[in-house]
């Protein structure tokens, strides 16, 4: 969990890279609604928390915090990414960290 938790701030960071925008309208979700203690914190915990609730518990995301799920859902559109699995596989969480590295060496060699 803690992984992907992290991988979450990898991928709220590559949106400010690919979409400024989006990613401050990440920056603006009512946190209120987070799942967890640790999601309260900051925007950007609350964005790397819902991020591993999407992966681990998509539906309880869906059903007690709806505009984290859609936030999520949003950006993973944006960064032309997709979760199928769940639960999630090693390979899976590996192939999302390598694309999304990928898009940012492409970005700064730009």
């Known amino acids: 969990r803690t992984f992907v938790h992290e991988l979450g ?22 946190i209120s609604d987070s799942l967890s203690q640790y999601g309260l914190i900051n925007p950007q915990e ?17 059903i007690d915090n ?5 936030m ?6 944006r960064l032309e990414l ?3 699995e769940l639960p999630l596989s090693l390979n899976a969480i590996l192939n999302c ?3 999304l590295k990928f898009q940012v060496i492409c970005l700064k060699s730009v």
């Open 46 to 62: 609350h964005f790397a928390e819902s991020f591993a609730a999407f992966v681990f518990h998509r539906v309880e995301l869906l």
């Open 82 to 84: 997709e979760i199928k």
């Open 9 to 30: 701030h990898h991928v709220h960071c590559v949106l400010r890279e690919v979409d400024l925008m989006a990613f401050r309208t990440t920056m603006l979700t009512p």
């Open 97 to 99: 960290y390598q694309r």
């Open 66 to 70: 709806s505009f984290g799920h859609a």
């Open 72 to 77: 999520i859902n949003r950006v993973l559109g």
